[in-house]
């Protein structure tokens, strides 16, 4: 019986499978190549220019003699299905399609939807800055370097080269007080909400957290429609000049913060307010989860440092690369108070859920060679001169519009006339800008009473390229409203 599978052998390097039992028995093993080969070409498994094996190999993979192979080829290259050229071998011919079983018409192929001409959205980095160069020299080091059993089976809090790099990096920079034992790695902060409010765990029939849980009255409702799938009831609290209104706290067991640099209004958590976060965990024995999204990026002084330096035993410190550094390197961790290790390490599972080792061990090669600090300096200074021309741009077009929020960050919220942010929002999507009003990140459930709306724009400093974005903020400023 013929074989089915081709090994292309060394020189092409690639298998193919041919089924050379559909054709009849008239013709003999030259006619089932032929429909074999016709099929895989009509079907689209074998595409335009795809190189097929030499006459002598595929024979000798078939197990049948080379002029059957020859002859195959004949036939189909004199059908147009193949072409031979002198010193290219045998190709599958150039088509505009797969035809399928029945020959179509062809068909236009739909338009492809276009972006927008400006992208100032919030919540990416400027892709066209990713460290390649060094990146790529971190990925060789951690794969030439990597053990053995690096390539196995891992350990579900992540490698500990990386684990070991964070609790230098985290200490140095941010005022993480922690250990390689107590640090978990995800693949981002939506990863790690889920790690800690899963429904789908055997942890007191619950997740390790469970609500309702209070958090700011302005955030990512992607957060929030996150955990209300996970059955978890968010409480928003109200938010001022110096932060989240933490004498609002009610029942809740835990509140979620961005304390660094609120998102998205984008004031730090007043120092009086962090201490009395701490007071209020302790006593009601409840826990801060500290959303450290863009800490490293403050402009006008020094980072400030994390709550989780107050008390680690009352903070769940999450952070992830996913500013500083790309969305597209999927790695975060959580610091966490020692009590919650073993049910988070449970709550993860099957290993399907970790992050990659070999994307793992990139990352704590880039932090423990200075590469990732080189990159947020020169990364913080980009982001600076954004904003700086953001100000300036605005001061000079529509000095009625002001910047609100400290100089952090890879966004800016504009505060905007009464009554304005939708109709703005509109003017631009019809000029081609994306970006975001602030109404689409106020919690549903918060109330006039407790926080008046602010008209606002959300607009994302670090998303364009640096030569595209000059262009951004002239479109911008030629949709703002008037005084």
């Not at 071998?89 to 088509?95: I, N």
């Not at 001409?117 to 919540?123: E, F, K, S």
């Not at 992607?222 to 009831?233: Q, W």
């Not at 998303?463 to 974005?469: C, D, G, N």
Request: glycine residues 10%.
């Amino acid at each position: 019986m013929a074989k089915s599978w081709v090994n292309y052998g060394e020189r092409v390097g690639a298998d193919l499978h041919l089924d050379l039992s559909e054709s009849s028995g008239a013709g003999g093993r030259r006619a089932a190549l032929t429909h074999a080969l016709r099929e895989a070409v009509r079907s689209g498994r074998l595409a335009p220019g795809t190189r097929l094996p030499p006459y002598r190999s595929l024979a000798a993979d078939l197990g049948v003699a080379r002029n059957t192979v020859a002859d195959a080829y004949a036939e189909l290259v004199a059908e147009g299905w193949l072409t031979a050229r002198q010193g290219s071998g045998t190709r599958v011919a150039d088509r505009a399609q797969p035809l399928g079983r029945v020959e179509r018409a062809p068909r236009k192929a739909p338009p492809r939807a276009r972006g927008p001409r400006h992208d100032l959205r919030q919540g990416t980095p400027d892709a066209s800055a990713f460290p390649r160069a060094a990146w790529l020299a971190s990925y060789r080091r951690a794969l030439q370097q990597a053990p053995n059993e690096a390539f196995g089976p891992g350990d579900p809090a992540g490698r500990l080269e990386l684990r070991e790099a964070l609790t230098e990096y985290l200490a140095r920079a941010r005022g993480v007080r922690t250990e390689p034992g107590r640090i978990v790695i995800c693949s981002g902060f939506a990863h790690a909400l889920r790690l800690l409010f899963s429904q789908n765990t055997q942890h007191r029939g619950g997740g390790v957290l469970r609500g309702p849980l209070a958090v700011e009255a302005y955030g990512l409702g992607f957060h929030r429609e996150l955990l209300a799938a996970a059955g978890v009831r968010t409480v928003p609290l109200p938010l001022d000049d110096d932060g989240a209104r933490l004498d609002r706290l009610g029942r809740e067991r835990a509140v979620l913060l961005t304390p660094a640099h609120q998102f998205p209004t984008g004031g730090p958590l007043h120092p009086e307010r962090r201490a009395a976060v701490i007071d209020w965990a302790r006593a009601r024995g409840g826990v801060v989860l500290e959303d450290d999204y863009d800490g490293e990026f403050r402009y006008d002084r020094k980072p400030v440092g994390a709550v989780q330096g107050l008390d680690p035993e009352r903070v769940i410190f999450i952070g992830s690369v996913s500013k500083s550094l790309s969305p597209a390197v999927r790695l975060g961790w959580m610091v966490l108070p020692e009590r919650y290790v073993d049910d988070v390490l449970a709550a993860k599972g099957e290993r399907e859920a970790w992050a990659s080792v070999l994307d793992q061990l990139s990352l704590a090669d880039f932090i423990a060679s200075g590469a990732y600090d080189r990159h947020v300096r020169r990364m913080r200074q980009r982001y600076r001169n954004r904003r700086d021309r953001l100000v300036t741009a605005l001061a000079e077009h529509a000095p009625h519009i002001e910047v609100t929020g400290v100089a952090a960050g890879l966004h800016a919220v504009l505060r905007l006339p009464p009554g304005t942010e939708r109709s703005t929002v509109k003017a631009a999507t019809w000029q081609g800008i994306a970006l975001d009003g602030l109404a689409e990140f106020r919690h549903p459930e918060a109330t006039v009473a407790d926080m008046p709306v602010r008209d606002g724009l959300v607009v994302g400093c670090a998303t364009p390229s640096e030569h595209a974005y000059g262009a951004a903020l002239e479109a911008l400023c030629g949709v703002l409203p008037p005084a």
